[in-house]
């Protein structure tokens, strides 16, 4: 069985930086890419970033140039890079793994950014 679970998120004041883990555990085949979203309070989840099948990288306009996605395909780990935060920034963040068949989510890490 598939299971995400996300890890370092917490609260940190405006500027700062975080890295939000996501490990990976079980079998996971035909993977198309790997994507970090968020949900803030009130507001509906907004993709953050993705990475393909292929190593290309994207990000949302809101955060390029402050948050950078990248893997360890080895120990099977996503993370999120997350600097120069801003109070928008805040929300809850969460792993998925989209394959040809499936996707897969974590459970969702907390992140608050104070002004």
């Known amino acids: 069985q598939v299971q995400l679970v996300e890890s370092g998120g917490g609260l940190v004041q405006s500027g700062g930086s975080l890295r939000l883990s996501c490990a990976a555990s079980?079998?996971?085949?035909?993977?198309?890419?790997m994507r970090w979203h968020r949900r803030a309070p009130g507001k509906q989840r907004e993709l953050v970033a993705t990475?393909?099948?292929?190593?290309?990288?994207n990000c949302a306009d809101s955060v390029k140039g402050r948050f950078t996605i990248f893997t360890d395909n080895a120990k099977k780990m996503m993370y999120l890079q997350m600097n120069s935060l801003k109070p928008e920034d805040t929300a809850v963040y969460y792993c998925?793994?989209?394959?040809?068949?499936?996707?897969?989510w974590g459970q969702g890490t907390q992140v608050t950014v104070s002004s």
């Open positions: 998925q793994i989209a394959t040809m068949m499936d996707d897969y």
């Open positions: 990475i393909t099948r292929g190593g290309s990288t």
């Open positions: 079980g079998s996971i085949f035909s993977i198309n890419a």
